[in-house]
């Protein structure tokens, strides 16, 4: 079974108000981009990368007017994918959800969120849609945090064996220090998005363990927009977003309690001088690419021993590199590049 992580660089943009691909020669929101190259693209790179389900971020948004289902169906049924199936969870008002496009007839998808309405300081944590107490600053009060993209939580199950797991699809909230309007602003608000990344890596982390102490077999997948090293503010909070939800250096956390990606791995080693990447940024002011690794599809240790890790980059994986309509339409599709990990449940 093949599963993906693929942040589509607004895709919202793409579709008109009632769900339709919008195929014509205007620009898309991508840079120097049409929406058709872009839609054309994306159905390349769907098709290759033949996945049993695709966790799609920066999912068409859902409103009174829109709704991700229904253009989700509408590019599956363009693309010709049989990934059509769609599952959505806790809608937000960034125009960026979080979706899952499955096969029905290999899947059984449903959103199963976990965690109650409000939960006070030192409670279990709540459900994600809702705000957690936490204490963040050793004040001994806990510090409201919030999720402007509230995870996806699904419970799926094998539809020929009846094999069931956890699935849960992220969108961390970005550390950029956007709107600063000098180098000190700059870093008051780089540190205040770190701190409510942390946080909202904290609260998953939570749900996790919850899985893990269970028994049930996990996979969490998305956006992270953090990793080891990424930034220099990193050190004053200890670990990066990734360590915490990997459960990398907590205090009593057992080996089976982690979880497990190749490339998280290999950013976390110690004196990590190269590791691989899953998204290109224009840096305009620059005028260059700056490379990051964003992306990641982690899975429990009871899973781990059957995984391929894949990051479809067109540079950086030769096949992508040496296939060129492939490496064209992974360049114009977005700035991130899709994460699959195959795996035999």
Known sequence: MRIATYNVEWFDALFDEKGR???DDDWSARRDVTRRAQIEALSFVFNALEADAVMVIEAPDTSRRRDTVTALEQFADFAGIRARAVETGFINDTQQEIALLYD???LRAKHDPKGSVTVALGGAPPAFDSV???DLDTDMSGDPVRFSKPPLELHMELRETGFSFRM???HIKSKAPYGARNRDHEIRIAIENRRKQ???CIWLRQRIE???IAGEPVIVLGDFNDGPGLDEYERLFGRSGIEIVIGEGTGGTSADQRLFDPHARMAIAPRASATPTSSRFYVRHEKRYLSALLDYVMVSQDLAPKGKWRIWHPFEDAEC???VPLR???????DHFPVTVDLDL
């Open 104 to 106: 029905p007839l290999v």
């Open 321 to 323: 590199y040496d296939t």
């Open 210 to 212: 919850q899985h893990l």
């Open 21 to 23: 691909l919008q195929l």
């Open 198 to 200: 942390v946080a909202q």
């Open 168 to 170: 849960i699809g992220v």
């Open 328 to 334: 064209e339409a992974l360049l114009r599709a977005s």
């Open 132 to 134: 957690y107490h936490l």
